[in-house]
């Protein structure tokens, strides 16, 4: 019974620093293949693109807007204040099944009426992308625009796994 006990205290410590640690720890980046057009130029009946999940229609482009003018686009505003409005989307934007990334930069086209490539061409990082900042954990819940996105089930499952455990002790 002791030894049943002490696993799933061990257990249980360990799942909760999975709960309140994994997201602050990943670091995650905008794939450069955002930045390309997906315009298919053969067949693709079977290739059709999930609807995105983030409403990009009414987020606050001014971040982007207000700092990333013509007629010298200055990479460094550009490309600061492109990542402080997308970073926060990373992980819908990189899915290449949605259509998140084309409905996003055509609504920063719309509303900063950008020449075509901008971002494209002058903002490039690294070879996996632009960088994003891990969030703090106060932002981890809800970004900068208003909107939440769900960090992914393994929370939930993580915290049912403890929940059955806790109470199978009681049993």
Do not use: W
């Not at 905008?30 to 229609?57: W, Y």
């Not at 970073?87 to 930069?105: G, K, Q, R």
């Not at 086209?109 to 490039?124: D, V």
């Amino acid at each position: 019974m002791g030894l049943n006990q002490c696993f799933s205290f061990v257990f249980f410590i360990f799942l909760l620093m999975g709960l309140f640690a994994s997201p602050s720890f990943a670091s995650t980046f905008i794939s450069d293949g955002v930045f390309e057009s997906h315009a298919s130029t053969g067949r693709n009946l079977l290739q059709t693109k999930k609807a995105c999940p983030v409403n990009f229609e009414f987020l606050n482009y001014t971040i982007i807007t207000s700092q990333c003018k013509g007629p010298q686009y200055t990479p460094s505003r550009c490309c600061g204040s492109f990542k402080e409005f997308a970073c926060p989307y990373a992980d819908v934007i990189n899915d290449l099944t949605n259509d998140c990334a084309s409905i996003m930069f055509s609504y920063i086209n719309l509303y900063g009426k950008y020449p075509p490539g901008l971002f494209a061409n002058e903002c490039k990082e690294g070879k996996l992308g632009l960088a994003c900042p891990a969030p703090a954990p106060s932002e981890l819940a809800a970004d900068k625009n208003g909107s939440q996105i769900m960090r992914g089930p393994i929370l939930l499952l993580m915290f049912l796994a403890g929940f059955l455990v806790v109470f199978f002790q009681l049993l």
